[in-house]
Structures are given as C-alpha cells and as structure tokens.
C-alpha cells in the first residue's frame, strides 16, 4: 500500500498564486509543514517570461522569480515535475500521478489554466504548439531548427501576440489570424487596438481578422506541418502553428468533489471555497473583480500573487480579506507601451468616457459617478499608475477628471488631500499594493 504522509499545507501549483501562499504562511508559521506540488519540473520561473525564452533563450535563472534556495531557506518541501491525479475531500488526500498518497490539512489550488485547443482537422500534427509553459517554448525554439520560415499564430490576445514577437525576433514571418475584428480586443478598445496593430504591421506582421483556422496540413510522410486553411477555404502556407486562442481554469481535480465551481473554482474573501479547509486562488480562481462588483476570472501575475498572499494568511490562522482585483495588464510589445485596466469598453452611455489621442500616444478614462472604472494608456503611459491607484483607492475624481488625460497630468494635478498621500507612502506599497502583516487581526490585501 501507499505510504501516507501528512503536511499541514499542502499548495498545488508553483507558480504565481502558490509562491504568494507559501511566502505568507512562513510569514505567519515558521514551523507548520509545507509542500508544494507541481507538474512542470522547474523552481517557480514568471510565465511571461518564457517569451523572452523564445525570443532570445533566456536562461532559467534569469526566469526565476524566487532565489533558487527560496524552498530550502523557507522550510518548503517541493515535489516537482508530478502531476497530481487526484483530490479526496473526504479524506483530505491527494494523489500523485505516481501513486503516492499524501494527506493534508490546508490544501491550496493554484493549478493555472490550460490552452484551449480547438479540435480542427490536423491539430495533432507536428509542428503545432502552444504556448504556456517553458517547456512549450522549448519545444517551439527546438522545432525552429526544422528551417521554419514561416508560422500561423491562432489567436491575437495577449498570449498570441507575445508568441508572435518572439517568433518575429528569430526572424520567422508570422501571420496573426484572429477571430474578431481586432487583436487585443479583451484588454484593449478601438484605438488603441489599431496603435498595436499599425506597430505589429511595422514589423512585418501579417494580421488577419474576422476569420479563423478550419484545418491544418501536413506531409503526408513526416506528418510536419505546411500550412493552414481558414474558415473561408484560403490557404496560409506555413512550417509551423502556434495556437492561442485562450486559456481555461484547469479545475478538472474538483470535479465531482462538490467545491463550487463556475468559469473558474468560486472563491470568497478569503480565497477559500465552498469546502472547508480548501482554498483556490491565481487563473483558476473566480474571485472578487472590484470594477465589476462580482467575482470573475482576472488572470493575471500580481492578482494570482495577492490571492495567494491572502489564501496563505488564511490557511495559517490569520483572517486576511482579499479586497478584490480586476483585469490590468502593462506589456509592451514591438516597442509599444501599453497599460490597460478594468473595463476599457463601456456597455452603455451610462459611462462616462475621456480621451485625447496624439499621433503615436493614446489615454483613455472611463468614469462611473465619479469614479474611474477603466483606463487605456498607450504609446506615452508614464502617468498611468496613478490613473489605475485612483482606479483601486475608489476616489471622486469628478472635480479634476479632464488632468486626467492631460499631457501634464501628474499628483500634483490632483487635490492636495489625495496627492500628499500617494506622495507619503513608502514605494513597496505603491507598487505592490500589498499589506504587509504585523499582527493576527483582520487585515485586507489588494486596497
Ligand atoms: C505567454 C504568457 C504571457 C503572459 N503575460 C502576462 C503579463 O504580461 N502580465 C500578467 O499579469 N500576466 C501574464 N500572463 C499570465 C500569468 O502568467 C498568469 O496569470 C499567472 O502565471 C497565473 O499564476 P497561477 O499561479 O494562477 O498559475 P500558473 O502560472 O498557470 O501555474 C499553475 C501551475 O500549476 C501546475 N499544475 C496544474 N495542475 C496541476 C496538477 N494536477 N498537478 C500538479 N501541478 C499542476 C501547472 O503545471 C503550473 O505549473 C502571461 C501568461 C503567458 C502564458
């Protein structure tokens, strides 16, 4: 029989929401037993890094988000490279793809999402990829040296078109095709849509909207792929494919356990779900959105992190509220500049909506009685954080909500009651905006 074991924290997933967990309960308990398990066999690397893995082959270290020691000087025990097959809730239980049986008391699930991949003709065919994970970008950098000079790139979201720089650094052609009628139609409007395609089409991207991939072809032989077929029958020659088109919450080990599940596994305040002594947080994670005022999928690095912050504080004992996080992404692709955050295209003309445009730079505001509820910064985004900490601390903006798009918007612009705080907070809290915890009373992470 299997050898039982029993941790007092048991985290799932290595990444973003599980470091911040552990990094919080070794805050807290400098003895209680910790384990992370996880799939990929890698210390925890930033995911989206493995584009610049691609780009220009990025050593692990550089990836690395935690010192390589972070596990032995914290007391962490870490399985790595073991998928877990099995939660028992009843039992308070996992067990590894390998059989072994380990007992918890706090369990944690930080498991990510996984690509959607669209089961079309020649899917499987080699030479067709995603995209994210290292191992998948080194699957892609070794498949290059098959004389790739052309890909197809399925799918223009965030995930698509960091692929897509990275394969135009090798120097290999790349052909966007996208589904709706502009890329980065989640994250950004109209404008600031076409600002990045104008650069990607610089650069000698090829970007094809409103359609997308029917089919995939190969050797008949080899079985490597030479191109794709697109729903309106026209072929795309092509060595290789990169599918993009996005990701869903890997919540496959709660099936049937009864945890409370919609898009994504539901969690409170407290990350914890609908089971007890069981908490979720990071992209598989349906928690507080503060734009929306509901709980919603946001996945992104610094709310995988605080969730796992909060759910860490949680397990060990200390009642810690998430405040909530919303959709907020900074990137900067070919050179362009871009911040993006809550809800950039408004449903209705309830919304208030500001925005100058210059000839490479664009800003957005959108207001909701008096409160900025979403912002686009592109090209010239210096002054964004402020826009997005006025976003997060809920204030009034109505009495100087036109210095927000200004060109020379800065604190000093804003209400001296508002500035001088800002002004006055130490940088760790402005740009991380996490609570730190100094005593076992309700604190909340993410204001
Ligand atoms: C190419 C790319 C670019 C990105 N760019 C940005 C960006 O610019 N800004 C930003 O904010 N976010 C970006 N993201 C998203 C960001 O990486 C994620 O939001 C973040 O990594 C989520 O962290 P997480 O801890 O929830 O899960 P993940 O990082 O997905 O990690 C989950 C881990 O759990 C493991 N796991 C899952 N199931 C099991 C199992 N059954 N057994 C064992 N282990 C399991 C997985 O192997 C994985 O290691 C990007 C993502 C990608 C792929």
Same mark, same amino acid.
């Given at each position: 029989?299997?050898?039982?074991?029993?941790?007092?924290?048991?985290?799932?997933?290595?990444?973003?929401?599980?470091?911040?967990?552990?990094?919080?309960?070794?805050?807290?308990?400098?003895?209680?037993?910790?384990?992370?398990?996880?799939?990929?066999?890698?210390?925890?690397?930033?995911?989206?890094?493995?584009?610049?893995?691609?780009?220009?082959?990025?050593?692990?270290?550089?990836?690395?988000?935690?010192?390589?020691?972070?596990?032995?000087?914290?007391?962490?025990?870490?399985?790595?490279?073991?998928?877990?097959?099995?939660?028992?809730?009843?039992?308070?239980?996992?067990?590894?793809?390998?059989?072994?049986?380990?007992?918890?008391?706090?369990?944690?699930?930080? &498991?990510?999402?996984?690509?959607?991949?669209?089961?079309?003709?020649?899917?499987?065919?080699?030479?067709?990829?995603?995209?994210? *994970?290292?191992?998948?970008?080194?699957?892609?950098?070794?498949?290059?040296?098959?004389?790739?000079?052309?890909?197809?790139?399925?799918?223009?979201?965030?995930?698509?078109?960091?692929?897509?720089?990275?394969?135009?650094?090798?120097?290999?052609?790349?052909?966007?095709?996208?589904?709706?009628?502009?890329?980065?139609?989640?994250?950004? @409007?109209?404008?600031?849509?076409?600002?990045?395609?104008?650069?990607?089409?610089?650069?000698?991207?090829?970007?094809?909207?409103?359609? &997308?991939?029917?089919?995939?072809?190969?050797?008949?032989?080899?079985?490597?792929? *030479?191109?794709?077929?697109?729903? @309106?029958?026209?072929?795309?020659?092509?060595?290789?494919?990169?599918?993009?088109?996005?990701?869903?919450?890997?919540?496959?080990?709660?099936?049937?356990?009864?945890?409370?599940?919609?898009?994504?596994?539901?969690? @409170?305040?407290?990350?914890?779900?609908?089971?007890?002594?069981?908490?979720?947080?990071?992209?598989?994670?349906?928690?507080?959105?503060?734009?929306?005022?509901?709980?919603?999928? *946001?996945?992104?690095?610094?709310?995988?992190?605080?969730?796992?912050?909060?759910?860490?504080?949680?397990?060990?004992?200390?009642?810690?509220?998430?405040?909530?996080?919303?959709?907020?992404?900074?990137?900067?692709?070919?050179?362009?500049?871009?911040?993006?955050?809550?809800?950039?295209?408004?449903?209705?003309?309830?919304?208030?909506?500001? *925005?100058?445009?210059?000839?490479?730079?664009?800003?957005?505001?959108?207001?909701?009685?008096?409160?900025?509820?979403?912002?686009?910064?592109?090209?010239?985004?210096?002054?964004?954080?402020?826009?997005?900490?006025?976003?997060?601390?809920?204030?009034?903006?109505?009495?100087?909500?036109?210095?927000?798009?200004?060109?020379?918007?800065?604190?000093?612009?804003?209400?001296?009651?508002?500035?001088?705080?800002?002004?006055?907070?130490?940088?760790?809290?402005?740009?991380?905006?996490?609570?730190?915890?100094?005593?076992?009373?309700?604190?909340?992470?993410?204001?």
């Amino acid at each position: 029989m299997a050898k039982k074991e029993k941790i007092k924290y048991l985290i799932i997933g290595n990444s973003a929401g599980g470091i911040g967990a552990a990094e919080a309960i070794r805050e807290v308990d400098k003895a209680g037993k910790i384990a992370i398990v996880s799939a990929e066999p890698y210390p925890a690397y930033s995911r989206p890094l493995i584009s610049e893995y691609l780009a220009d082959r990025c050593p692990l270290e550089k990836m690395l988000f935690r010192p390589a020691d972070f596990a032995e000087k914290n007391r962490i025990q870490t399985i790595l490279g073991q998928k877990v097959k099995q939660v028992n809730i009843g039992e308070h239980t996992i067990r590894l793809e390998n059989g072994r049986k380990i007992a918890w008391e706090k369990l944690l699930l930080a &498991t990510g999402g996984l690509p959607i991949v669209p089961q079309i003709e020649g899917i499987n065919h080699s030479g067709v990829f995603t995209f994210g *994970t290292l191992d998948e970008a080194k699957a892609i950098d070794q498949y290059l040296s098959h004389r790739v000079e052309r890909a197809v790139v399925v799918g223009g979201g965030l995930i698509g078109v960091s692929a897509t720089e990275a394969l135009v650094k090798r120097g290999v052609k790349v052909t966007i095709v996208e589904m709706k009628e502009r890329i980065l139609n989640t994250i950004l @409007d109209e404008e600031a849509s076409a600002l990045a395609e104008e650069r990607l089409q610089q650069a000698g991207v090829e970007i094809i909207t409103g359609h &997308t991939v029917a089919a995939v072809s190969s050797y008949y032989l080899s079985g490597d792929v *030479t191109g794709v077929t697109l729903d @309106d029958s026209s072929p795309i020659p092509c060595e290789l494919v990169v599918v993009a088109i996005g990701v869903q919450p890997r919540t496959e080990l709660v099936a049937g356990t009864g945890i409370k599940v919609n898009h994504g596994i539901i969690v @409170d305040q407290h990350m914890a779900t609908s089971s007890a002594n069981v908490y979720a947080c990071g992209d598989v994670a349906e928690a507080y959105d503060f734009i929306y005022g509901e709980n919603r999928l *946001t996945p992104i690095w610094p709310n995988a992190y605080l969730g796992g912050r909060v759910a860490g504080f949680n397990m060990a004992g200390v009642p810690t509220e998430y405040a909530g996080g919303t959709a907020m992404n900074s990137l900067k692709y070919f050179g362009l500049a871009i911040v993006s955050a809550g809800m950039v295209d408004p449903p209705d003309n309830s919304y208030e909506v500001l *925005t100058k445009k210059r000839e490479h730079s664009y800003k957005k505001v959108v207001l909701k009685d008096g409160l900025v509820v979403g912002l686009v910064f592109a090209g010239d985004i210096e002054k964004s954080g402020i826009v997005f900490s006025l976003m997060k601390d809920r204030v009034n903006v109505d009495g100087f909500k036109q210095a927000l798009v200004a060109d020379d918007f800065g604190l000093i612009s804003l209400p001296e009651e508002i500035w001088r705080p800002r002004l006055e907070a130490p940088p760790s809290l402005l740009a991380s905006s996490v609570t730190s915890v100094e005593k076992p009373e309700e604190i909340i992470i993410g204001e």
